[in-house]
């Protein structure tokens, strides 16, 4: 009998061993196929996306490459075209046109200057002595079939006149535009006119500002420019200049010329309100503005806008825009100018002096100091006013400036007439029986009004009436000789002087008598009375 045998482990006990992997049964590999069809299909992708770049890009080239050919093409041929020109009609020549080629558009520009020698530069119209060389001849072609990384198709080549195209007395005249930077201007039409041999012509100033007539007859031309909304300094915008060409030699008539600007001032006077105990501000009025600058040729250095009555408001126009400005100041003589008076306050811009930049329309406020003067007829000799100033209501005033023989203005230095004169906006003196708020003396208007002092008649317009204060003392700056009269005729009329200076720009508490009753005579202001003394060689300065 065989004995059941029983395998004992006998060694230590531990964890179970560790399963055997499992091998992968047919099934499990239908994920795999499906990936590498997908990496297939993206290698094939990009494999032809590259042969297509490839292809496109050659296609690209050749054609901008076409392109090119073509647009050499057009280049050659307007080079040839300019070279059948005459010689006469080549300088400054301009022409730009579309060219259609096939489905593709070219823009060709052809171009002619005169250049000084074969290197090609420019001619230069800032020496004399000698005539352009060559003209250069430059056709460009452009086009959208070039693609933005190809350079447009471009030739350049220099033609000599042929002898005799423009006959054998000949030269060159050069007309040469600048700013008020000296820096050129181009595009300006320029026309020339023979005055013997007949010529004419007309072209625009090139990028250095010069319109070049090359191989002209010796002549003396008339010049002309008109260029809207260009001035020349003296603010005109049609100039006139004459050139000589002599046989063989280049001449150059340098014209400034630059963008207008305009100005438009109002007037203002600044007084003591003896009423309200305080300095106030109105509007003035004046029949002439002055704009000043040394660059001028007329009237001293000096433009005027003018009026044949007293306004508010003058606007000049056509202002050359000069760096330095214009001094600015009511009035037409330079005796008038605030600087002779008051040389930091005139010279600070926006008071007496304004810039006038290149198109802009500027505008500021012109001061007319106050004229400190008051007219009274001797003293009062009765209560309640025992002692004081008799003040006079509606006398005629009329006032002449002071200048010297030597001045431009001594034939006619400004005038203001009176009331008598003037009857719409004359001076007088203050009228009576007016009103104020305020601290009143038993006379209305007697001390702490303005009755007695100069002033502008009210126009008469709403609120421009002496029931609304109207009250406008401004003159211009300078010495005035002032002559008040009691609106009499004949062997009644009585009229004093006094010469004072108007040049207080913020006015003063204080006044100038001029009184009637101190050594008068029998005339009246004028203008038709009989001629006025010499004014006084020591003018009144009002503190």
Known sequence: MKTAMTRVHTGPVGAASPRPPRLPGPGDEAGFGLIEAIVAAVIFAILALGVLAAVDGAARSTGREKARTVASSLAERDQERMRTMRAVDLPEYRWTRDVPVGDAVYTVASEADWVSDTAASDVSCTSTGGKADFLRLRSTVTSKAFGTSTASARIDSLMTPPIGSAGGNNGTLSVQVSDRDNQPVPGIGVSISGEDAGFDGTKATNAKGCAVFAYVPADTYDIAMNTA?????????????????????ASVVPLIYDKAGSLTASFDTQYYDFAAGAYRISASRAFDLTLANARLSTNAGRRFASSTTPVAQLG????????????VYSGRCVEENPSVFDSAWASTSGNAFLFVDRGANATMTVRQPALQVRVANGKRTSSPQNGQWNWVGGANVRAKLVVPSTSDCSASPDIVNGITTDTASGLQSYPTGQTYTGSLSSTSNYTDGWLGFVTRKAPGTTGQTWANRYFDPGLPWGTWQVCADNGLTGTSARRAFLTVVNGDRDGTANYAVLDLSASPQTATCGP????????????TVVP
């Open 316 to 327: 000049a126009a056509n202002l050359f825009p000069f760096a330095d400005g214009y001094g």
């Open 229 to 249: 909304s260009y001035v020349s300094p003296d603010g005109v915008q049609s100039i006139a200049a004459t050139g000589t060409v002599t046989t063989g030699n």
């Open 528 to 539: 038709t009375s009989s001629a006025w003394p010499a004014p006084s060689a020591t003018p």
